[in-house]
């Protein structure tokens, strides 16, 4: 899609020496452009009784389109000068920026600005308007943290509205969390869910020539790390499969995708699909989770969109008093893999030759999201942890010695009890660092609560 554009626009009362209402906008103006998006810009506004200025701001914004409106005050102005202005953009969303007065020697020189926001913020809310409200500090940096957050969050929700997942097969083991109303979704998210059916897989996998499928197993030996010797086989079925979904992937358009697991590829194929997943991640760049669960794909193309990140999934093994247990039974993403993706051949129940990711998470802050359907409702369950390297551990049901599988002890900031009365999911879906500040921000935008 097209990069999105800020548009910048300030305001100071006539009375306010025009030379100070341009100093202080063109000062806000050099930090809305270091939040990396292009940016439109139009002279600073009066309340001229004419509407000159305003016009003239109006005219010259009209000629670039723009995804988001910066609305930067730099001095008491008249809410009805800012208005004639703003309500031509009403559908856009738009930050209410009060900028702030200045010291010379030990004296507060102010131009009322928050005179200006305060008369604004109220009106701007009664109208219906889309906006984030934030003020510059006397002696403290412009809040560009702030400005970047909901940037960004505009910039995913955007994004979102473009997304395409595909899902080959739905509601795997018949779990009720992983599943979307597909018209809701498209709605108010803007994701559109897309399914296809293994049978289509299958018949392209046919149509594969041995040189591809060649191929594919040299790109596995040589850049994933084996425990122990395995036969081309299984490499090769999974590249079968992975080069044949990874021809739709390309061919659809597809943001995120999820696979029917345990009923589909396991079942009826005899082909876990860890090593399908690990290869559309590096192949076609793609969010990948497995088991149809659509809800999960949601939060991870929320995730991804707000942080840049590729938002990996992890799955709740156990609650101890002050952290709980997090890892995959398959794979993990390249992005969030410390030191080498390492392959394990192993057996799990009925299954012959699995090939396991036995790698190792990166350790750190985190934040665990998941996007719920409460009644009707979307509800986001937020929280930030503490991640550390896991107890030794291992699954029932692998072939002795049991691996050790790629996971994480998280310590919730919230602590274990008052996350546990929320969790909605076996599956969370992980980023490092806090990113609760934008998440909420895309969250608001997009109209869902946050637990």
């Given at each position: 899609?097209?990069q999105?554009?800020?548009?910048?626009?300030?305001?100071?009362?006539?009375?306010?020496?025009?030379?100070?209402?341009?100093?202080?906008?063109?000062?806000?103006?050099?930090?809305?452009?270091?939040?990396?998006?292009?940016?439109?810009?139009?002279?600073?506004?009066?309340?001229?009784?004419?509407?000159?200025?305003?016009?003239?701001?109006?005219?010259?914004l009209?000629?670039?389109?723009?995804?988001?409106?910066?609305?930067?005050?730099?001095?008491?102005?008249?809410?009805?000068?800012?208005?004639?202005?703003?309500?031509?953009?009403?559908?856009?969303?738009?930050?209410?920026?009060?900028?702030?007065?200045?010291?010379?020697?030990?004296?507060l020189?102010?131009?009322?600005?928050?005179?200006?926001?305060?008369?604004?913020?109220?009106?701007?809310?009664?109208?219906?308007?889309?906006?984030?409200?934030?003020?510059?500090?006397?002696?403290?940096?412009?809040?560009?943290d702030?400005?970047?957050?909901?940037?960004?969050?505009?910039?995913?929700?955007?994004?979102?509205?473009?997304?395409?997942?595909?899902?080959?097969?739905?509601?795997?083991?018949?779990?009720?969390?992983?599943m979307?109303?597909?018209?809701?979704?498209?709605?108010?998210?803007?994701?559109?869910?897309?399914?296809?059916?293994?049978?289509?897989?299958?018949?392209?996998?046919q149509?594969?020539?041995?040189?591809?499928?060649?191929?594919?197993?040299?790109?596995?030996?040589?850049?994933?790390?084996?425990?122990?010797?395995?036969d081309?086989?299984?490499?090769?079925?999974?590249?079968?499969?992975?080069?044949?979904?990874?021809?739709?992937?390309?061919r659809?358009?597809?943001?995120a995708?999820?696979?029917?697991?345990?009923?589909?590829?396991?079942?009826?194929?005899?082909?876990?699909?860890?090593?399908?997943?690990?290869?559309?991640?590096?192949?076609?760049?793609?969010?990948?989770?497995?088991?149809?669960d659509?809800?999960?794909?949601?939060?991870?193309?929320m995730?991804?969109?707000?942080?840049?990140q590729?938002?990996?999934?992890?799955?709740?093994?156990?609650?101890?008093?002050?952290?709980?247990?997090?890892?995959?039974?398959?794979?993990?993403?390249?992005?969030?893999?410390?030191?080498?993706?390492?392959?394990k051949?192993?057996?799990?129940?009925?299954?012959?030759?699995?090939?396991?990711?036995?790698?190792?998470?990166?350790?750190?802050?985190?934040?665990?999201?998941?996007?719920?359907?409460?009644?009707?409702?979307?509800?986001?369950?937020l929280?930030?942890?503490?991640?550390?390297?896991?107890?030794?551990?291992?699954?029932?049901?692998?072939?002795?010695?049991?691996?050790?599988?790629?996971?994480?002890?998280?310590?919730?900031?919230?602590?274990?009890e008052?996350?546990?009365?929320?969790?909605?999911?076996?599956?969370?879906?992980?980023?490092?660092?806090?990113?609760t500040?934008?998440?909420?921000?895309l969250?608001?935008?997009?109209?869902?609560?946050?637990?």
């Amino acid at each position: 899609m097209e990069q999105m554009k800020i548009g910048f626009v300030g305001f100071g009362e006539v009375n306010t020496p025009r030379d100070v209402v341009e100093r202080k906008c063109a000062e806000a103006l050099e930090v809305v452009k270091g939040l990396g998006y292009p940016v439109v810009s139009t002279a600073p506004v009066a309340d001229d009784e004419a509407y000159e200025q305003a016009n003239r701001a109006i005219e010259e914004l009209r000629r670039e389109r723009f995804d988001l409106l910066v609305v930067c005050v730099a001095g008491w102005i008249p809410a009805h000068a800012v208005i004639k202005v703003v309500d031509k953009f009403r559908f856009t969303p738009m930050i209410l920026w009060g900028l702030c007065g200045w010291m010379e020697g030990k004296t507060l020189v102010s131009t009322a600005d928050q005179a200006g926001t305060t008369g604004l913020r109220h009106a701007f809310q009664e109208m219906g308007y889309e906006f984030k409200y934030v003020w510059s500090v006397i002696g403290k940096p412009a809040p560009a943290d702030e400005l970047k957050s909901y940037a960004d969050a505009v910039n995913a929700a955007l994004q979102l509205r473009d997304a395409r997942m595909g899902t080959m097969g739905w509601r795997d083991m018949l779990l009720y969390g992983t599943m979307a109303d597909g018209v809701h979704v498209r709605s108010q998210i803007g994701v559109e869910i897309e399914p296809f059916e293994m049978l289509e897989i299958y018949q392209r996998i046919q149509t594969l020539k041995p040189e591809e499928i060649a191929e594919g197993v040299k790109y596995v030996r040589e850049n994933f790390v084996f425990t122990a010797e395995c036969d081309d086989k299984p490499i090769a079925d999974a590249v079968s499969w992975a080069l044949a979904i990874a021809e739709r992937v390309r061919r659809r358009g597809y943001d995120a995708i999820s696979l029917i697991d345990v009923d589909g590829m396991k079942k009826l194929m005899g082909i876990p699909p860890a090593m399908i997943f690990l290869l559309l991640n590096r192949w076609c760049g793609v969010c990948t989770i497995p088991e149809n669960d659509i809800m999960g794909a949601i939060t991870q193309l929320m995730v991804r969109y707000a942080t840049g990140q590729i938002a990996a999934y992890a799955e709740f093994y156990e609650f101890f008093e002050d952290s709980v247990l997090a890892g995959v039974p398959d794979f993990i993403p390249m992005e969030v893999t410390d030191g080498d993706q390492i392959i394990k051949p192993s057996t799990f129940g009925l299954l012959s030759t699995s090939l396991l990711n036995v790698s190792k998470y990166k350790t750190g802050k985190v934040t665990m999201a998941r996007l719920i359907d409460k009644g009707g409702e979307y509800v986001m369950q937020l929280e930030t942890g503490d991640a550390k390297a896991p107890p030794q551990w291992e699954e029932c049901g692998w072939e002795p010695p049991a691996p050790q599988l790629p996971s994480l002890e998280i310590f919730p900031d919230c602590g274990v009890e008052a996350f546990a009365q929320n969790v909605s999911s076996q599956h969370t879906i992980l980023s490092y660092g806090d990113n609760t500040q934008v998440l909420r921000e895309l969250c608001g935008l997009l109209g869902i609560e946050v637990l």
